[in-house]
Nanobody, 119 residues
């Protein structure tokens, strides 16, 4: 069983920065792909950024160049550095762990952390 705990959300003015953290329990972290997703009120959950176990990253077009995802396998933690924040970045941000092999697949979500960007 894996538990994901997000932190770092809050209220920030447009143009500001926030850094989200997600700490994972258990032993799957270093072998898993990690991701940040977000869900704004009334919208579906959408991908923000992912990072695979080898460090490769992927971003949605809406955040590329402003956000950066990173991981620290020694601390079982994934980060999302968010710069140049816009009001449209306001959402609940969720951490995701995705581990799979040819025989097994695990997918876990955190409880979410609210990010509010004021104009």
């Amino acid at each position: 069983q894996v538990r994901l705990v997000e932190s770092g959300g809050g209220l920030v003015q447009a143009g500001g920065s926030l850094r989200l953290s997600c700490a994972a329990s258990g032993s799957l972290f270093s072998r898993s792909a990690m991701g940040w997703y977000r869900q704004a009120l009334g919208n579906q959950r959408e991908l923000v950024a992912t990072i695979v176990s080898g460090g490769g990253t992927n971003y949605s077009d809406s955040v590329r160049g402003r956000f950066a995802i990173s991981r620290d396998n020694a601390k079982n933690t994934v980060y999302l550095q968010m710069n140049s924040l816009k009001p449209e970045d306001t959402a609940v941000y969720y951490c995701n762990l995705n581990y799979f092999t040819a025989f097994t697949k695990y997918n876990y979500w955190g409880q979410g952390t609210q990010v509010t960007v004021s104009s």
